[in-house]
């Protein structure tokens, strides 16, 4: 390995990569460049490792859709308490045009 290379990327959990398919692909592509992609939960090398990695992604996956249920939930909630939705500090006024 040349000095400055990168030999592994490392994250603190594997969804941290991303949803499934998208972790796998990107291990698959750095692996091409000899660079691992790792994280603190991803099972080690060898069988055991990729069976909890591809189990890990479909878990990301459901997480996912989990948070983003939750997001629309209290969303609508905010909504039905006449509470502005979105990311705007407060209403418009004339000075904002």
Do not use: C, Y
Request: charged share 30%.
């Amino acid at each position: 390995m040349k000095k400055g290379e990168i030999a592994e990327v490392w994250a603190w959990s594997w969804s941290r990569f991303g949803e499934s398919p998208v972790p796998e692909v990107l291990r698959i592509e750095l692996a091409e460049h000899s660079v691992i992609l790792r994280s603190m939960d991803d099972g080690g090398e060898g069988l055991g490792g990729e069976i909890m990695r591809a189990v890990m992604g479909v878990l990301s996956r459901n997480e996912q859709r989990e948070r983003v249920r939750r997001s629309r939930m209290g969303k609508r909630s905010r909504a039905r308490q006449g509470l502005v939705v979105g990311n705007a500090s407060g209403p418009a006024t004339a000075s904002d045009a």
